[in-house]
């Protein structure tokens, strides 16, 4: 088939479904069935006078969620044929106000950024969220914000940072994307769908107090550990300078805990907020030894305090509660005793009530180093004189001889 005769073909049949479509609503004016409508825009090729295309995929529309609706049950405002060329823009919101509302009232309201199809892809081919075709299905819903929460996408345009990549490196997003696991969080487990709030509002699901409960949906078990625990605690009666999950895990590039990845980055997590206790950790064998590298077995802060269930040294149920050394450090050195565990593991010589032994071995050592400078500095100016001096001397000598 030549192309002239393949465009006079097409034009005929175009023509012919054109005439059968007329034919159609002639026949039945009052009833615009989907059919209908798909006489004339299920044609791939129908483009309106923009030349944008006006093509709907009728079998993908049938089998949608709304592939029992009537075209005009969303588009309200065509009421026969011919309708007019510009059409009123659908409003979702006349049979889902709910969703509409809430959008309404978060972060994403501006209707023209954020139309529902922002997020739910494609209108004419809408699935429930528990199909897998959705865009909002639990699988998909990273990729569907991460549109605009990556790299490149409008929310940078906006000043926020690119979260998507963070997200789907992280054991969340790797469970989601590679192992297809449910269960695991996706974008919409901890920030909700319509309602989203900004974390500086204190109503949103990630507001920092709300935070161990957003977790807790889901690590039930950890955030009662952390509940009971010193910090946890301390959240509870807003000290917010306490750490909730995302201070030590982060929000979106969560690693796992037991890998070294996380066991060699991880310790000035605890070390942030307790400067002090993480300067005299640094100085002790177990950091040096973390810090040459590779060497993931060293203690870190949470093997003798515990991660979640942090306690005050004076409270019994403590891992380095006195009672409890023993065992704490006999979980990595088998045979520790009691004249084991007096070794400090925040050694602070310049304590001198909690250390005194190493306060005055230091304080002797500065001494020490101090006299020993200033004998030093004493005897090279003293030789500095004397030879200044012998060379004068030596001038005036020879100073007659040559004249
Ligand atoms: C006889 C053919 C024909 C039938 C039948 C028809 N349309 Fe159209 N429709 C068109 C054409 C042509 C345009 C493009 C108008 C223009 O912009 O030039 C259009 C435009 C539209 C638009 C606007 C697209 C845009 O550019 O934004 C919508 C929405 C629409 N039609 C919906 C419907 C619905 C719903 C029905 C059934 C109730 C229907 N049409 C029936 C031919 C048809
Ligand atoms: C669930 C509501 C809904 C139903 C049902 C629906 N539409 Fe639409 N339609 C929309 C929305 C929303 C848009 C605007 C799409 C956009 O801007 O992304 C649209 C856009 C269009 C357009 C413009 C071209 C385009 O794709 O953007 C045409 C033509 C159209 N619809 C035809 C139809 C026809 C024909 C049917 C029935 C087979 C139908 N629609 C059923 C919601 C609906
Ligand atoms: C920011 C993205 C986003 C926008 C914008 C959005 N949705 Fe959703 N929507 C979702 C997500 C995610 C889900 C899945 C929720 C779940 O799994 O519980 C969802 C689910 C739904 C559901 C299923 C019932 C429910 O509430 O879970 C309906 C209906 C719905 N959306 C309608 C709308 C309408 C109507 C709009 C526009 C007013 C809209 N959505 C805008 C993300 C969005
Ligand atoms: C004329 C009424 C009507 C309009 C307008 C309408 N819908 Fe629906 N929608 C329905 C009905 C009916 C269902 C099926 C409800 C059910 O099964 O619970 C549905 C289902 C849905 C679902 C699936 C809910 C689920 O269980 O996951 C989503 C998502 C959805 N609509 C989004 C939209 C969006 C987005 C728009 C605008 C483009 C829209 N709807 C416009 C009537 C409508
Ligand atoms: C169409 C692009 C787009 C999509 C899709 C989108 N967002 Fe957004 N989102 C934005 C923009 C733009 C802002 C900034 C709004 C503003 O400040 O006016 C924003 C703001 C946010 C904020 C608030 C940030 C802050 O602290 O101020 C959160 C949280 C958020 N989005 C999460 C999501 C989630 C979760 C999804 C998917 C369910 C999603 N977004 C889908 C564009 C998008
Ligand atoms: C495990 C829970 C969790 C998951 C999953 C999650 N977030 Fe967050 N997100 C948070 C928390 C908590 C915050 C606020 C604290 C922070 O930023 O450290 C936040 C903050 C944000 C912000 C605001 C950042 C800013 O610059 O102000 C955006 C945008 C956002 N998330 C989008 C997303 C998107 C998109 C996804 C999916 C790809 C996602 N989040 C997945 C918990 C989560
Ligand atoms: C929707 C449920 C859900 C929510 C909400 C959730 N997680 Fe998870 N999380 C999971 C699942 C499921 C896994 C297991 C993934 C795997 O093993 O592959 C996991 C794994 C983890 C891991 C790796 C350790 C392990 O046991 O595998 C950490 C750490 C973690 N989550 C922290 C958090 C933090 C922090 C938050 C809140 C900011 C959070 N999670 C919110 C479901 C959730
Ligand atoms: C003070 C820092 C800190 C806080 C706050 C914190 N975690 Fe952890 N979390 C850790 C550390 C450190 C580990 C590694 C523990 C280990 O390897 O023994 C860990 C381990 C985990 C694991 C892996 C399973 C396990 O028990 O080893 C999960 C899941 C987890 N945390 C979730 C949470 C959740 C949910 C919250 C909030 C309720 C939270 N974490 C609060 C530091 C913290
Ligand atoms: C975001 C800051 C922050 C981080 C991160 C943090 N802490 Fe704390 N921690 C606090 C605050 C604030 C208190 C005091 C709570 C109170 O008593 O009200 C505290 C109390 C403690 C206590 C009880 C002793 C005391 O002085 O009351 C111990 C032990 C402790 N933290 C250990 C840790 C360990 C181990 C980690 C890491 C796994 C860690 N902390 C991470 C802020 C932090
Ligand atoms: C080898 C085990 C061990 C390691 C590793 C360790 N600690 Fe300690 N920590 C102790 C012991 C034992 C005490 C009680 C004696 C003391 O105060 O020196 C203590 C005391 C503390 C206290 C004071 C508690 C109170 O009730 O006053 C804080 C806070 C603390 N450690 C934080 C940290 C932080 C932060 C790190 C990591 C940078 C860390 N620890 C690493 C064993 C350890
Ligand atoms: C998570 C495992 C772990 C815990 C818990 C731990 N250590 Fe260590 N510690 C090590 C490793 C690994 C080394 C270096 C290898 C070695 O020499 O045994 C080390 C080395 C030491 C050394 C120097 C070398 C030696 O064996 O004489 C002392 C002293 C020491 N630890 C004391 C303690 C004390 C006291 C505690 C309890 C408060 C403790 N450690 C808890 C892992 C741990």
Redesign the pocket.
Known sequence: MNEAVRKNAILIIRSLALATGLAVLALAPRTLRAQDCLTCHGDSSMTDSNGHSIFVDGKHFGDSIHGSLQCANCHADIKGYPHPDKVAPVDCKTCHADQATQLGGSVHADSKEHPCTSCHGNAHEIFPKTDARSAVYPLN??KT??QC?SNNGM?GKHG??S??PN??DSI??FALSKEGLLVA???Q???GSHHIL??TDPASP?Y?SN?PQ??GNCHAKINDEYQAGVHGQAIAKGDLKAPV??DCH???A?LQPTESAFRMQSTPICGNCHKDKFSTYRDTFHSQLGSLGGYVETARCWDCHGAHDVRPTSDPASPVNPANLIATCGRCHAGANASFVKYQPHANARDRKLNPGLYFVRLFMNLLLASVLTFFLLHTILWLIRSRYQQVKTKGDNGGKHA
């Open positions: 819903v990273p914000c991460g929460h929310a926020l940072a979260v998507y997200y789907i969340h997003g969080a996706n974008c487990s901890c920030h900004s974390h990630t920092k935070i957003t977790c999950c995302s982060t929000a979106h969560i």
